[in-house]
């Protein structure tokens, strides 16, 4: 049944910290922080679980996406780090460090392999904004934020969406050449409720978390509520489209350790990207 939320995977499976559902190029899903902290979790397309890899010392993932080559990419909040890891050998590299960093936490990434990444620093309600380059060089795009949290760029790559967590605002900004943010404006506002992740269909529609009321609130790309699914958890921290036409929503829940999903009518934008860059190898 479309739009109605089941459980995917056994609750416990993963710790309070389980984060950053992204799936590869042959529809498996990973989220950080199965059967413990530092680890990152892997979910075949009939729900098998098991530990993919492991962060070294203090690392322990957040956000996770795929880059055009298919290396996954992995935000470290407490190690500072972008990571990169190769698929086959699962080996890791550092993309990225940034000392000014709070903690990184989600990212999304552009056709061209730009990344953005939200960096909050919950004690002060505060919050910044990262590009990442190719090269791993980084740039501080904007300070003085609310809590940064959920992070996405649109399927026509004009715009990335920004949510502030505790004051409830989603932010949108021009994105120009790929790489450059201007004319920000707020997208919209929740009366209630925090948010936490964010990802686009195809057709670009946000679909966006809301923390600690468990669902998902869909937006139309001017800014309308257009659905709201319920979840079998409260705490839902993320969200990405797979399955076998990308059209199979993951949500990952704090507070019970699982991975709900939900079937929809749109692809998602990844989804629909990765398959286009399937088609032109």
């Not at 990335?160 to 997208?187: M, P, T």
Request: aromatic share 10%; proline share 5%; net charge negative.
């Amino acid at each position: 049944m479309l739009y109605k939320s089941s459980v995917f995977t056994p609750p416990g499976g993963f710790t309070f910290g389980i984060e950053g559902p992204a799936c590869d190029w042959e529809g498996n899903l990973y989220a950080v922080n199965y059967g413990e902290q530092h680890t990152i979790g892997k979910v075949t397309p009939s729900g098998e679980c098991s530990v993919f890899l492991k962060l070294p010392g203090i690392s322990i993932g957040n956000g996770i996406r795929f880059n055009s080559r298919g290396e996954m990419l992995i935000a470290d909040y407490t190690g500072h780090n972008i990571w990169k890891a190769d698929m086959q050998t699962r080996e890791l590299s550092v993309l990225a460090h940034e000392d000014r960093m709070n903690q990184p936490n989600d990212i999304c990434i552009t056709s061209e392999d730009v990344v953005f990444a939200s960096d909050p620093l919950w004690k002060e309600l505060s919050g910044q904004l990262w590009r990442v380059s190719p090269d791993g060089s980084v740039d501080l795009m904007e300070d003085h934020m609310g809590t940064t949290n959920g992070i996405e760029v649109s399927p026509d790559e004009k715009t990335l969406y920004v949510n502030e967590s505790r004051q409830r605002r989603i932010w949108a900004y021009d994105l120009v050449d790929g790489r450059e943010l201007e004319n920000k404006r707020l997208f919209y506002e929740f009366e209630d409720f925090q948010m936490d992740g964010m990802r686009c269909d195809a057709e670009g529609n946000l679909y966006v978390t809301r923390y600690d009321k468990g669902t998902v609130v869909i937006l139309s790309p001017d800014g309308k509520p257009v659905s709201e699914i319920y979840l079998s958890g409260k705490k839902c921290s993320n969200i990405a489209f797979g399955g076998p036409d990308g059209k199979t929503c993951y949500v990952t829940l704090a507070d019970t350790g699982n991975i709900d999903r939900f079937f929809t009518e749109i692809p998602g934008r990844s989804f629909v990207m990765f398959k286009r860059r399937v088609l032109n190898k």
